[in-house]
């Protein structure tokens, strides 16, 4: 893996290289093929109320997947692109602004988030603990009508206004890979950062799913990381693990039972603010058939992801492995006396099941309490705001 720390002059070698040994592990760990073919599934012809409830279930954004196949044939389809700039995108009132006084100048951004989805959590734990300013714009669920305009269909979507116009980054680690870089290297665009993050899409199963290479990675663009490779690796190995499996033991925890699923979409329009945003049939949807959409799924995400008969001691099992790596380094962070992208993440995601009961017992009954109340007041506090 030293190849991923050699400096280049520019972005683009960077990226082909790491691009290559991406693939390279594609093409060691799945089953290659040349058949490609196999249609993406549309959501048309679903009646309306399978929609929203299935729209409702992608807003924790753990697996609604799992309904499509659980096979594990794989062909590479190998489709490379990247995301490009739009001259324009539709002008949506924010929906609210977060404006830090020492945010970097020139750099002005829109989040097309959930607000209690983990990936949007995660991305605002960033964006707060440096105190870069963002605006908002609360996504509707169910038609999703704010993002019309991007083909990722996912959130959280940020995006960067540019001179010729604006530049979308899409997945939650992608944008903060992309942020840190562009922060690293302040002379640095963003679209030729953007550049280094291609996705290539595959077919799995008969649908097509799409990886985005180097996400995980910041470019360092020829400046000293002033960090060694191994506390690198180390964040990048947290960062995947959060992805990966963290964040599955979520959606389990939090709808375990309907009473549990209703408290939490409950707690989602509170703190959404769905009744400003969302006509109240919308809302109710949302609540009433989200909740009992994720809480049937909950149960084929815990078979899925291997969970315990008791979710909870999962979610603990998981939370104590991050505090107990923390508390051998002797630090207050994984980062050390500093939170890291493993730090921002694991907070990013947790904070997003604050109202549910799941995290009350994850405080009560885990080793994570003390690590999370600190992380909270850092982030509230936007102590990395100088780095900007
Ligand atoms: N890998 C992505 C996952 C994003 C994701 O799954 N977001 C969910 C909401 S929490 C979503 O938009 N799902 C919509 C869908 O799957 O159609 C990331 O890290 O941002």
């Known amino acids: 893996m030293s190849v991923l720390f050699r400096r280049f002059p520019n972005y683009g070698k960077f990226t082909t290289q790491l691009l290559f040994k991406d693939v390279e592990k594609q093409l060691i760990f799945k089953h290659v093929s040349t058949n490609t073919a196999g249609n993406v599934k549309s959501p048309r012809g679903f009646i309306k109320l399978s929609l929203v409830g299935l729209s409702v279930g992608a807003l924790v954004g753990t697996g609604f997947s799992i309904h499509k196949n659980n096979k594990t044939t794989t062909h590479i389809i190998n489709e490379e692109t990247t995301i490009p700039p739009l001259k324009e995108i539709p002008k949506i009132p924010p929906t609210r602004k977060m404006v830090y006084p020492g945010s970097p100048q020139g750099l002005k951004l829109t989040l097309y988030q959930y607000q209690t989805c983990p990936f949007c959590c995660k991305v605002r734990a960033y964006l707060d603990y440096y105190g870069i300013s963002y605006d908002v714009v609360e996504v509707d669920a169910v038609l999703r009508q704010s993002i019309k305009w991007s083909p990722y269909k996912k959130v959280p979507i940020l995006v960067a206004e540019i001179e010729e116009g604006y530049q979308p980054m899409n997945d939650s680690s992608m944008i903060i890979s992309a942020l840190q870089s562009y922060l690293q290297d302040k002379g640095g665009s963003i679209t030729e950062i953007v550049k280094c993050y291609p996705s290539i899409s595959y077919e799995e199963d008969g649908s097509k799913k799409v990886d985005i290479m180097n996400k995980y990675f910041i470019m360092y663009n ?43 979409f ?43 008969e008791d979710v909870r001691l999962s979610l603990y099992d998981e939370c104590n492995k991050f505090a107990k790596a923390i508390h051998l380094k002797g630090t207050s962070f994984m980062g050390g006396n500093e939170p890291n992208l493993a730090d ?25 309490k003390n690590w999370y109340l600190l992380m909270k007041d850092t982030v509230q506090n936007h102590r990395g705001m100088s780095f900007g």
């Open 222 to 264: 020829g400046i000293n990381p002033n960090r060694t490779k191994e506390e690198m690796e180390e964040e990048r190995k947290w960062r995947k693990w959060v992805d990966g499996v963290l964040v599955h033991t979520l959606s389990p925890n939090v709808y375990r039972t309907p009473e549990q699923a209703f408290q939490a």
């Open 266 to 308: 409950n707690w989602f329009s509170d703190t959404g603010e769905w009744d400003k945003h969302f006509p109240a049939w919308e809302r109710y949807m949302m609540v009433y058939v989200g909740a009992v959409a994720m809480w049937l799924i909950s149960k084929r995400l815990k078979a899925k992801y291997n969970l315990k």
């Open 344 to 368: 921002l993440s694991v907070y990013g995601v947790l904070s997003s099941i604050e109202g549910c009961d799941a995290f009350r017992d994850l405080l009560e009954y885990s080793k994570i």
